[in-house]
């Protein structure tokens, strides 16, 4: 069954990210190690929360430095929120650009308002896409089932002819619940190696 529809995954697929460059900044305005930050703000839940959608990002940004005890202002937040990122990504824009116009392009991610705000100034690669599908906006997170659906409403084809690649293994079996071709990612060979083997020209 030929493919119509190719989905990536976002982060650690196409942006490389690290939680602990953030943490690191962090640590200058508390006091507390990485470690103690990471394991606040994972007992806190707050994180799930913004990315599903449940709180907006500036009572998140009050509740986070509640959790740490410290004070920033929401525009410092969000330059040290956005620093888990790196300029270079995992993917070339050329082989977005390869695919676009003979497939449908669907862009599928756990994100948040905050970063995803700072992602489309900094990333053309998002541009590529024929459609996002953001677990804030969706109001659910991989692996659940409705962010699955969700990108297959906006999908061309029936899922055996979508195409879905993730670096989180629980990811790719939740897609492949529903019937999607989908792939753990490894690095941008490995997924040009998926295609070529599904008959995509890239």
Not at 26 to 45: F, M, Y
Not at 56 to 68: L, N
Not at 71 to 88: G, M, N, T, V
Not at 134 to 160: F, N, Q, T, W
Request: hydrophobic fraction near 40%; include cysteine; charged fraction near 25%.
């Amino acid at each position: 069954m030929p493919l119509r529809t190719i989905i990536f995954d976002l982060g650690r697929v196409i942006v490389p990210f690290d939680f602990d460059r953030a943490y690191a900044r962090v640590t200058e305005r508390t006091g507390l190690s990485r470690d103690e930050i990471r394991e606040r703000v994972r007992a806190s839940g707050i994180v799930p929360r913004l990315e599903s959608g449940q709180i907006e990002p500036r009572p998140f940004v009050e509740q986070f430095c509640h959790t740490i005890g410290c004070e920033l202002s929401f525009d410092e937040f969000r330059e040290i929120w956005f620093s888990i990122f790196s300029p270079e990504t995992l993917i070339p824009q050329s082989l977005l650009e390869s695919l676009k116009g003979r497939y449908r392009l669907l862009l599928l991610s756990n994100t948040n308002a905050i970063h995803y705000e700072m992602i489309e100034q900094h990333y053309p690669h998002v541009h590529h896409f024929d459609h996002h599908v953001l677990s804030y906006k969706v109001g659910a997170m991989k692996p659940d089932e409705a962010i699955y659906r969700e990108a297959l409403r906006h999908a061309l084809g029936e899922p055996g002819e979508v195409f879905f690649t993730d670096d989180i293994p629980e990811y790719v079996e939740g897609a492949r619940r529903l019937g999607i071709d989908a792939v753990q990612f490894h690095s941008h060979e490995q997924i040009v190696g998926e295609l070529r083997a599904r008959g995509v020209e890239v």
